[in-house]
């Protein structure tokens, strides 16, 4: 089991920054990569960034640029520093965590934290 706490959520104006924290407790040997994700009412979860548990990160176009994730092994930590929001990056956002499935090359189990919100006012 792994449990994920989010902390740095709040509000921002326009073109503001603001930067999330997410440490992991239980068995996090067993974790390989992790990411943040966000979601809005009535729409899906998307991610936002990742990153493996050697480094490899990965953004959708829409924050490249502004967004950079990074991890501190050693703390069990993955953070986001998030520059130039826009008003509609306002979301909950979900720290994540992969972990393999025994017996598997590819599956994975995710788990989720409980989320933070981000208020981004125009």
């Known amino acids: 089991q792994v449990m994920l706490v989010e902390s740095g959520g709040g509000l921002v104006q326009a073109g503001g920054s603001l930067r999330l924290s997410c440490t992991a407790s239980g068995t996090t040997a067993s974790i390989n990569a992790m990411g943040w994700y966000r979601q809005t009412p009535g729409k899906q979860r998307e991610p936002v960034a990742t990153i493996t548990n050697r480094g490899l990160t990965n953004y959708p176009d829409s924050v490249k640029g502004r967004f950079t994730v990074s991890r501190d092994n050693a703390k069990n930590s993955v953070y986001l520093d998030m520059s130039r929001l826009k008003p509609e990056e306002t979301a909950v956002y979900y720290c994540?965590?992969?972990?393999?499935?025994?017996?598997?090359?590819?599956?994975?189990?995710?788990?989720w934290g409980q989320g933070t919100e981000v208020t981004v006012s125009s």
């Open positions: 994540g965590a992969d972990v393999p499935l025994k017996g598997s090359t590819s599956a994975i189990r995710r788990y």
